[in-house]
Nanobody, 117 residues
Framework: QVQLVESGGGLVQPGGSLRLSCEAR????????MGWYRQAPGDQRELVAD???????HYADSVKGRFTISRDSAKNTAYLQMNDLKPEDTAVFYC???????????WGQGTQVTVSS
């Protein structure tokens, strides 16, 4: 059983920063991809960024240069550092863990990020 525990969301002013954390608990295989998705009201869930167990990263065009994803594999934890936040970044952010060989994924419960003055 895999549980993803997210933290770090909140309210921030435009131009501000937040850091999200996602800890994977349970029996975690070392070969996985961890990522962050977001969903704004009325919109589909979209990929923000992900990182493989080898450290390869991928970002949505809308966050390149502002967001940085990283991971501590020893702690089974992924981080999303978000800088220069904009009102359009407001959404519920979800952590995702994916096993590419088994083609199986898990979701966190989501954490709200609100960017507003």
């Amino acid at each position: 059983q895999v549980q993803l525990v997210e933290s770090g969301g909140g309210l921030v002013q435009p131009g501000g920063s937040l850091r999200l954390s996602c800890e994977a608990r349970g029996s975690i295989s070392r070969f996985n991809t961890m990522g962050w998705y977001r969903q704004a009201p009325g919109d589909q869930r979209e990929l923000v960024a992900d990182i493989t167990s080898a450290g390869s990263t991928h970002y949505a065009d809308s966050v390149k240069g502002r967001f940085t994803i990283s991971r501590d594999s020893a702690k089974n934890t992924a981080y999303l550092q978000m800088n220069d936040l904009k009102p359009e970044d407001t959404a519920v952010f979800y952590c995702h863990l994916f096993y590419p060989i088994a083609q199986r994924g898990y979701w966190g419960q989501g954490t709200q990020v609100t960017v507003s003055s």
